[in-house]
């Protein structure tokens, strides 16, 4: 019996346990960030190589960093979703175990578009909530890797632009005027 009690009494209580899981909803936002912020930076600065590697006429960096962009980017996207999945989980983890204050409640109430106390949030902010932000900054790393290997591709299978033109350099390289 006495054993019993000890045991009672180790046992975490629901406050100790929403704590806890307030503190993975942190490490989730933060792990997220870091590796957001991570593909960001590689992806920006990928993408700077690539017009480089394309103004110079660098063939093998350019095709080799346009399809390595796209993979970071189609990663990216793998992370993002499987890191969100995380936080979701922590959330509802953290709702079982929420007390009158409503913390975790409230906000996802503000989320939906509900009001809290004086707080709301209105439809257009709602629409570009972090989670869909992300993705379209994903997609816009996409559709400028793939517009650059467009542009090569369209540069390679060119005819030759108009004497004097101001693009010559882009899209018409010294190889194809046979020098």
Same mark, same amino acid.
């Given at each position: 019996? +006495? +054993?019993?009690? +000890?045991?009672?009494?180790?046992?975490?209580?629901?406050?100790?346990?929403? &704590?806890?899981?307030? !503190?993975?909803? !942190? @490490?989730?936002? !933060?792990?997220?960030? /870091?590796?957001?912020? %991570?593909? /960001? /930076?590689?992806?920006?600065?990928?993408?700077?190589?690539?017009?480089?590697?394309?103004?110079?006429?660098?063939? #093998?960096?350019?095709? &080799?960093?346009?399809?390595?962009?796209?993979?970071?980017?189609?990663?990216?996207?793998?992370?993002?979703?499987?890191? $969100? *999945?995380? @936080?979701?989980?922590?959330?509802? !983890?953290?709702?079982?175990?929420?007390?009158?204050?409503?913390?975790?409640? #409230?906000? #996802?109430?503000?989320?939906?578009?509900?009001?809290?106390? =004086?707080?709301?949030? +209105?439809?257009?902010?709602?629409?570009?909530?972090?989670?869909?932000?992300?993705?379209?900054?994903?997609?816009?790393? =996409?559709?400028?890797?793939?517009? %650059?290997?467009? /542009?090569?591709?369209?540069?390679?299978?060119?005819?030759?632009?108009? =004497?004097? *033109?101001?693009? $010559?350099?882009?899209?018409?390289?010294?190889?194809?005027?046979?020098?």
């Amino acid at each position: 019996m +006495n +054993n019993e009690k +000890n045991e009672a009494s180790e046992r975490p209580t629901d406050a100790e346990k929403y &704590g806890w899981a307030l !503190q993975l909803i !942190q @490490f989730e936002v !933060q792990r997220h960030s /870091l590796v957001f912020g %991570t593909f /960001l /930076l590689v992806e920006t600065v990928l993408l700077g190589a690539l017009v480089s590697a394309f103004k110079d006429g660098s063939e #093998q960096i350019f095709w &080799g960093g346009a399809v390595i962009g796209i993979l970071l980017v189609i990663v990216s996207v793998i992370s993002t979703v499987y890191l $969100r *999945s995380f @936080f979701l989980l922590r959330i509802e !983890q953290a709702k079982r175990f929420e007390d009158d204050t409503g913390f975790i409640t #409230q906000g #996802q109430l503000l989320y939906e578009g509900g009001k809290v106390g =004086a707080l709301k949030i +209105n439809a257009l902010v709602r629409f570009f909530r972090p989670a869909r932000t992300s993705y379209a900054i994903m997609i816009a790393f =996409a559709i400028a890797f793939a517009g %650059t290997l467009a /542009l090569k591709i369209a540069a390679d299978h060119s005819t030759p632009p108009i =004497a004097g *033109s101001h693009y $010559r350099h882009l899209l018409w390289s010294d190889r194809h005027r046979g020098s």
